[in-house]
């Protein structure tokens, strides 16, 4: 990043046409955003905004290769200071550079975005948790930067979060992803169950081993949405709200398919407006009970995400326990010194 170029800014006009696109397109989001205090919601609003824009333009677009392309120059405009004219690149990277979000992050969206693109399967759940963390996860991770939060353990809970939110969706979307060719639940699964992943995109319809596919991809997501609680209760006080809603919405979504007999072929999972209302009103109750776990160390296939971003990136303490440590080592050094002056004296 080139800090010696005008620092670009977070303008009131290009923030409005970010709230704009996410009120249409990313309401689950946008609901959740509104119990965010005003200092983060703004940078969580740009910072989103890219990221919608980024999956619309490889989803939506004519040519996803071109896409991707053109979404990596726009990735390096911004972290260059020199963003694309457009007010949600405009925006993004005045983020960015305030908040200090190291260019791994977007990067690993981009990269999961073109895995997209390529129209790319997972032969089992590990391969499909690398897919998670870069579309999801990172997100998850650079919203925690934006609310300051730069210690490993908590925003590896973040990305979990994201990953969870991101298996909530692919749990949601079966049936509607296998009507455009694409499928995300794992092959390996798949055989399990006897099924020809191929017949089935042919043909998408529902069926008991596939509701069992669905409720297992689910149950996993239940575990890491349990593993991020302890990261939102290290969140600022005032964040907590928000992201509590994030989690309890998304998860209400997976849910909802889990009532339809984990049926997401026929009907898509949805959350009504008067749901999310009281999904925030427990959320807002449950931010000042909730409690931080014993430690949990980081999906595997999340641990590239905390590189660079994580104040103890480059050291396993941190920085506190150096300093104690640091001390006792100097204690130590003058305790030698004075016993050998002792010694010296006695002889």
């Known amino acids: 990043m080139q800090h010696n170029l005008p620092k670009p800014t977070l303008e009131k006009a290009d923030l409005a046409a970010c709230r704009f696109l996410l009120r249409g397109g990313s309401k689950s989001f946008f609901a959740a955003s509104l119990l965010l205090p005003s200092r983060i919601k703004n940078a969580a609003t740009a910072l989103y905004a890219f990221c919608r824009v980024a999956d619309d333009l490889i989803d939506l677009g004519d040519d996803p290769k071109q896409a991707v392309l053109l979404l990596n120059a726009r990735l390096d405009a911004a972290y260059a200071g020199t963003p694309y004219n457009d007010p949600i690149d405009r925006a993004f990277a005045a983020v960015v550079r305030d908040k200090k979000i190291p260019k791994n992050l977007p990067a690993a969206l ?26 999801a996860g990172a997100v998850g991770v650079m919203m925690a930067l934006v609310m300051g939060v730069r210690d490993r353990e908590n925003l590896a809970r973040a990305a979990d979060l994201g990953v969870a939110m991101q298996l909530t969706n692919i749990a949601r979307d079966v049936g509607e992803d296998a009507r455009a060719g694409r499928l995300f639940l794992p092959l390996d699964w798949f055989a399990e169950a006897g099924m020809d992943p191929e017949k089935f995109l042919k043909n998408p319809v529902f069926s008991e081993p596939l509701g069992f596919m669905v409720k297992k991809l689910l149950n996993e997501a239940e575990l890491l949405y349990a593993r991020a609680e302890s990261g939102i209760a290290n969140l600022p006080v005032d964040c907590r709200t928000g992201i509590a809603a ?6 209400a979504i997976g849910h909802d398919v889990a009532a339809q007999n984990h049926n997401s072929i026929t009907r898509r999972a949805r959350v009504n407006r008067t749901k999310k209302i009281q999904l925030a009103m427990r959320a807002a109750a449950d931010a000042a009970w909730l409690t931080a776990g014993a430690m949990q160390p980081a999906l595997p296939a999340n641990l590239f995400l905390l590189e660079g971003a994580a104040e ?14 640091n001390l006792f080592e100097r204690l130590e050094r003058a305790q030698r010194h004075e016993l050998a002056q002792a010694t010296r004296t006695l002889a």
Request: aromatic share 16%; hydrophobic share 40%; proline share 4%.
């Open 246 to 251: 994030a989690r309890r919405i998304y998860a």
């Open 110 to 135: 981009v990269e999961g975005l073109a895995w997209d693109s390529e129209g790319r399967k997972y032969e089992n759940f590990e391969s499909l948790l690398d897919y998670a963390a870069r579309v």
């Open 312 to 325: 103890d990136s480059f050291s396993p303490e941190p920085r506190a326990f150096v300093r104690i440590l």
